[in-house]
């Protein structure tokens, strides 16, 4: 693996791993009072817009980190809807 490749997976780890704490807690407890509907939108939206550049590009630590952070943003955003 080249050493680009290594720093595209440890930033796509990174990033999507910030959103676990935040995506349990709201599973959990299912309070999102305090959650922005609009950034979780926007985020969902933006998530899915990297996704399918990086199938284009054939890029997988663009396509791993973007479905990995669309299974915690999505149940966010979800709950955000139904509990509101």
């Known amino acids: 693996m080249k050493l680009v490749d290594f720093l595209g997976f440890f930033a796509a780890i990174l990033t999507t791993v910030a959103y676990i704490p935040q995506a349990l ?44 952070t669309l299974l915690f943003t999505l149940p966010i955003l979800y709950f955000k809807i139904k509990y509101k």
């Not at 305090?34 to 979780?40: E, I, Q, R």
């Not at 933006?46 to 479905?67: E, S």
């Open 25 to 68: 807690k709201t599973i959990r407890t299912r309070h999102t009072r305090d959650l922005s509907l609009a950034m979780y939108s926007v985020l969902n939206v933006g998530l899915v817009a990297w996704l399918v550049y990086g199938i284009f590009l054939v890029q997988w630590p663009i396509i791993f980190a973007n479905i990995v």
